[in-house]
Each structure stands twice: as structure tokens, then as C-alpha cells.
Nanobody, 119 residues
């Protein structure tokens, strides 16, 4: 089990930046993947970025070159640096932890943080 708490959302103008933080209730060192998803009104939740314990990162095409995900295992925290924000980035952003074991894969979610980008 792990609880995730996001912070850092808010209102920003197009072209601006925000940094989201997700702090876990336990060490994330052994957690297979930590990621950020987002869900805009009327749309499905989609992967934004993910970082594995092996330092592999994965980004949605729509955010490549603008967003950067990073893990700070010492602080049990995952960050999402978002630059050159666009109105279409407006959504609720959710932190995700994917824990993989021999028996199964478990996913845990934070409560979400709102990001609004004005034009």
C-alpha cells in the first residue's frame, strides 16, 4: 500500500510553467513506475509521463520537449516540471504508483490536482 499526495497545481497563462509534486507515504525506491496522468472534462484519463525504477522515462507525444518527470527517491517524491504550457494541458493531474510483484501488479492513485492554462 502507498498513499500519494499531489501538490503544485494552479492557474497559469499559456507559455508559463508549473511544477507538480507527488509525495508518497513510503519509500518509492522499489516502486516499479511512478507516473503522472491527466483527465480533462469529457475525456479519458491519459498518461502524461512515467519514470521507472530503472530510470527509464516515457512521455506522451503531446508533452515531449515541454514536460520533464523526475524521481527523488530520498524524498519519496516525484516531480513533473511543465514548461510552455498550453490551454489544452488544462486537466486534473493524477499521480500514479505501479507496484509490480511476482503475484500481481497494483496501481495506486493520488487525489488529483487541477491545472488550468488560460489563453
Amino acid at each position: 500500500q502507498v498513499q500519494l499526495v499531489e501538490s503544485g497545481g494552479g492557474l497559469v497563462q499559456a507559455g508559463g510553467s508549473l511544477r507538480l509534486s507527488c509525495t508518497a507515504s513510503r519509500s518509492i525506491f522499489s516502486i516499479y513506475a511512478m507516473g503522472w496522468y491527466r483527465q480533462a472534462p469529457g475525456k479519458q484519463r491519459e498518461l502524461v509521463a512515467a519514470a521507472t525504477s530503472g530510470s527509464t522515462t516515457n512521455y506522451a507525444d503531446s508533452v515531449k520537449g515541454r514536460f520533464t518527470i523526475s524521481r527523488d527517491n530520498a524524498k519519496n517524491t516525484v516531480f513533473l516540471q511543465m514548461n510552455l504550457l498550453k490551454p489544452e494541458d488544462t486537466a486534473v493531474y493524477y499521480c500514479n504508483a505501479e507496484i509490480v510483484s511476482a503475484a500481481n501488479t497494483l496501481n495506486f492513485w493520488g487525489q488529483g490536482t487541477q491545472v488550468t492554462v488560460s489563453s
